[in-house]
């Protein structure tokens, strides 16, 4: 699941993760405090969306330990098959509803792809569970979760970042503050990407959901990756009447900033629809100038 996801409430509450932002008092080296945000719709109930793609990552872990008997493999693919239906609920009513017309399309393509990986997932199964699951059956079914796993992980990020944008939950906080927790408040993975921040702008301060800009630095720091950008930076610009952030490909004279680890999101087919779709929802402007993305909020007088 997201990064954020383990801290969602019951089954049937629609909780956001933490957004992490910062109290405007603050020193500006570092977070202090953080603030509670109202929860998304109930659109979705994230416990049961969670419990299902951790179900499927149980699975590939049991599947890649050759001391777990088959018969304890196939004693989970009823659960396996229950996460699969939870899933396909949540994101065709995700598709059915958007108050924009990009956000419907975009949730659209997002419900195409994660039910194809479904569908994927619940015939490999269906094959593992028709005959003996003999070592080649068993690595057959394995290569599939594995693949999938990960997929319907970004899925659900994605949606949470759509639902959220939706009902963003803007705040007054300052851009510097705002900029230190987009890449300091991400959880540790095996994809940490080094990123640097400069800023220093001074007071300059703006309305925003923190937890919904969060997530698009981000997935714009995702972009610049995979575009072949080896070394980001996030640049803060506080304009006469914009507060941006910047993020691009580091300079020669930024290399020597001491740079943050930050979680790498995954990129899917339906990723940037989405982002696009959330910024706009949220009022917030995305633009981008070849390898380099801005978001932009109003500043506040």
């Known amino acids: 699941m997201p ?3 383990s801290r969602r409430g019951s089954p049937n509450t629609a909780t956001p993760p933490s957004s992490g932002v910062v109290d405007r008092g603050a020193p500006t080296s570092g977070p ?12 979705v109930s994230w416990g049961p969306v969670r419990d299902a793609v951790t179900s499927v990552h149980n699975l590939e872990v049991l599947l890649k330990s050759p001391r777990v008997a088959p018969k304890v493999l196939e004693g989970v693919m009823p659960e396996l098959f229950e996460g699969a239906a939870v899933l396909r609920s949540a994101f065709a009513a995700a598709a059915q509803s958007g108050s924009r017309a990009d956000a419907l399309e975009a949730r659209k393509e997002l419900a195409a792809f994660a039910t194809a990986r479904l569908d994927e997932l619940e015939q490999a199964m269906r094959q593992a569970s028709s005959s003996e699951l003999d070592a080649r059956a068993r690595l057959a079914l394995e290569q599939v979760v594995t693949r999938v796993s990960v997929d319907l992980n970004a899925c659900a990020e994605l949606l949470d970042l ?3 944008a939706e009902r963003a939950a803007p705040t007054e906080l300052g851009l510097e503050e705002l900029a230190w927790v987009s890449i300091r408040n991400t959880r540790g993975s095996e994809s940490d990407f080094p990123v640097r921040l400069v800023r220093d702008v001074g007071d300059c301060v703006l309305r925003a959901d923190p937890h919904v800009f969060k997530r698009l630095v981000a997935f714009a720091v995702a972009q610049l990756h995979a575009l072949g950008v080896a070394k980001v930076t996030l640049r803060v610009l506080c304009e006469s009447d914009m507060a941006r952030i910047e993020i691009g490909p580091t ?12 979680r790498l999101v995954r990129r ?6 989405i982002v696009a779709a959330a910024a706009r929802s949220a009022a917030i402007e995305l633009t981008q100038s070849g390898t380099t993305i801005a978001l932009g909020v109003p500043r506040i007088p």
Not at 32 to 41: E, F, R
Not at 251 to 262: F, G, I, K, R, W
Not at 268 to 273: E, K, M, Y
């Open 3 to 5: 990064s954020d996801e």
């Open 268 to 273: 899917v087919p339906p990723t940037d629809a």
């Open 162 to 164: 759509s639902e959220r």
């Open 32 to 43: 202090a405090s953080s603030t509670s945000q109202p929860p998304p719709a109930e659109l």
């Open 251 to 262: 300079t020669d004279a930024e290399a020597v900033l001491v740079p943050s680890s930050m």
